[in-house]
């Protein structure tokens, strides 16, 4: 099972990013999905998630910033990503079932 993560780059802070992570693995649709993350120096933290019928949960650092959604035909889960802090700064990875990982993409928030 592969997962395709892209979408990073680098945004000043209060911009936006909008990641997402592709498969095409028969099981996506029935799959929880989740957007981790790893800072610079720091343990890898759980930024959301998503059940196979929608139900959300976020940190509450990225809570009322970040959306996580996820189309299921296109078989792609989406972090949407507004109003950046610096302390976003991460690797990000995308995650199905608590099994599968993408191979992360960075984003940078800087002036």
């Known amino acids: 099972v592969q997962l395709q993560a892209s979408g990073g780059g680098l945004v000043q802070p209060g911009g936006s990013l909008r990641l997402s992570c592709t498969t095409h693995?028969?099981?996506?649709?029935?799959?929880?999905m989740y957007w981790y993350r790893r800072a610079p120096g720091k343990e890898r933290e759980l930024v959301a998630s998503?059940?196979?019928?929608?139900?959300?949960n976020y940190a509450d650092s990225v809570l009322g910033r970040f959306t996580i959604s996820r189309h299921n035909r296109l078989k792609t889960l989406y972090l949407q990503m507004d109003s950046l802090k610096p302390e976003d700064t991460a690797v990000y990875y995308c995650?199905?079932?608590?099994?599968?990982w993408g191979q992360g993409t960075l984003v940078t928030v800087s002036s």
């Open positions: 995650n199905m079932g608590q099994a599968y």
């Open positions: 693995a028969a099981i996506f649709s029935r799959s929880g």
């Open positions: 998503i059940s196979s019928g929608g139900g959300t």
